[in-house]
Nanobody, 118 residues
């Protein structure tokens, strides 16, 4: 019933930009934290950025100043604007919604590939 669908991934040259979007559907408690995570080949999944329902943001040090996360509570979407991309940003990017109400719930998208060429 709950579904997160990412879009916007692709191939880009170093220094370029991409904008990832995630649309949430289904019954998800509104007071949540949305975020983007990524997993590169041979590495563990890592947090990229999060944003609460009140728009408080948190970024990994590696992307701070380059990436911007945003959300639209009315549309149930979360975006990640990625600028000044580096080859080390290459990974599968996953949308996440975390709910802490009557339990802890994590919802994940299917992932979208971002490849940055050098």
């Amino acid at each position: 019933q709950v579904q997160l669908v990412e879009s916007g991934g692709g191939l880009v040259q170093a220094g370029g930009s991409l904008r990832l979007s995630c649309a949430a559907s289904g019954s998800i408690f509104g007071f949540n934290t949305m975020g983007w995570y990524r997993q590169a080949p041979g590495k563990q999944r890592e947090l990229v950025a999060t944003i609460t329902y009140l728009f408080s943001t948190n970024y990994a040090d590696s992307v701070k100043g380059r990436f911007t996360i945003s959300r639209d509570n009315a549309k149930n979407t979360v975006d990640l604007q990625m600028n000044s991309l580096k080859p080390e940003d290459t990974a599968v990017y996953y949308c996440n919604v975390n709910v802490r109400y009557r339990g802890v719930y994590d919802y994940w998208g299917q992932g979208t590939q971002v490849t940055v060429s050098s």
